[in-house]
């Protein structure tokens, strides 16, 4: 309960520790200093911030808290992805999985723990909406995976994009997520540009367009799975508040505010025998092309999630449907599934324990 009442660290900007600071008296220079060891040198307690005097620390430890989600499960993926289970102070799963590339890593983040959308082909959805995280919660599972994977305050020796493709809806959850992502960006803290950081959302209309508006925005990624309004209602029951057409009347808008070099991206489920014939790869380009979008399409073949009745599209099926895509003017690209075996591939996070649990190290 006491946690609840103390502000998060994490979750505070520069101006707002600038202001926790300056209440106790402190000269400014604390605040940078506080702020550097959370998100440059990624410390995730008071004994570890020792630029400070003693007294201080302990009298911040009063007021506020520097960590809050606890690691409850870590697993491995033969393939090097990771994935964790933390709990908040309140005892809600948060899933975070981080992805190694050869160039670059990538870190998938929740914004929600569950999700309140009830798309039929994503485990999340079974655990409903517990609640959402606040803004320390989302930069937190970004401090706890760097240093996992390279140490603590280790600087990443390769580049870092994020994504927002984990548990729960982002954009039910905008302001926090767009503080977070404020956060992130500060050059003396993780220094992670909304540049480097995609959005995903099951279509929330009214928060792409207000994104549209934003300068300094992440990308934006909107997951499809279908190409009618029939067999997404049933697919994504979202659609029945924002179809098709509005939805994607927005994306073109959305696509109006893009920069020359940017495009949004569209992903597209692949569940073997519901929406990979070829009509369907038809359908869809003739539908993005009528909303005169030049948006990429992102082809993800599903992830076995039981007890879901879905099974994931052959290779050949998903390659025949880039392939109708292309033909008809529109860029499609086959996502790589990561972390099947842990649970930790698209559509799998469900706060589950897998038997491949690896010690901490
Ligand atoms: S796919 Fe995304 S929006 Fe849909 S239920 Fe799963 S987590 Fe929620």
Not at 90 to 99: C, G, K
Request: net charge neutral; hydrophobic share 40%; proline share 6%.
């Amino acid at each position: 309960m006491e946690m609840e009442v103390r502000s998060n660290l994490a979750g505070l900007t520069a101006e707002e520790l600038h202001r926790v600071v300056s209440k106790l008296g402190e000269p400014a220079y604390r605040a940078r200093q506080i702020f550097a060891a959370v998100h440059a040198r990624r410390v995730r307690s008071f004994e570890e911030m020792t630029d400070l005097p003693k007294e201080l620390r302990a009298t911040l430890s009063e007021q506020v808290v520097v960590a809050t989600l606890k690691l409850e499960s870590r697993y491995v993926s033969i393939d090097g992805t990771r994935r964790y289970l933390f709990k908040t102070h309140d005892n809600r799963p948060v899933e975070t999985v981080f992805i190694p590339q050869e160039r670059r890593d990538t870190i998938c983040f929740s914004s929600q723990s569950g999700c309140p959308l009830q798309c039929t082909f994503c485990l999340t959805a079974q655990l409903g909406l517990l609640r959402n995280l606040t803004a320390g919660e989302i930069v937190e599972q970004i401090i706890f995976a760097l240093n996992d994977a390279y140490g603590v305050g280790v600087k990443p020796p390769r580049g870092t994009n994020l994504v927002g493709m984990g548990a729960g809806e982002p954009f039910l959850n905008f302001e926090e997520l767009m503080k977070g992502i404020r956060i992130m960006k500060e050059p003396r803290g993780l220094h992670v540009v909304p540049n480097r950081v995609t959005v995903s959302t099951a279509g929330i209309v009214p928060r792409i367009r207000e994104l549209a508006t934003i300068p300094d925005r992440p990308h934006l990624a909107v997951s499809l799975a279908a190409p009618t309004d029939e067999l997404r209602d049933e697919l994504m029951p979202i659609n029945k508040k924002w179809p098709l057409e509005e939805l994607l009347s927005a994306c073109r808008e959305f696509e109006k505010s893009l920069k020359p070099n940017e495009r949004m991206t569209f992903e597209y489920v692949m569940l073997a025998g519901v929406n990979d014939a070829d009509e369907h790869a038809r359908q869809l380009a003739n539908l993005l092309n009528r909303h005169d979008l030049s948006a990429k399409v992102n082809l993800i073949p599903h992830n076995q999630a039981e007890p879901l009745p879905y099974h994931p599209s052959s290779a050949e099926r998903v390659e025949t449907f880039r392939e109708i895509l292309e033909t008809k003017g529109v860029h499609a690209f086959v996502r790589k599934p990561r972390g099947r075996d842990i649970l930790a591939a698209c559509g799998q996070l469900a706060a589950q324990v897998t038997p491949i649990e690896v010690a901490l190290s």
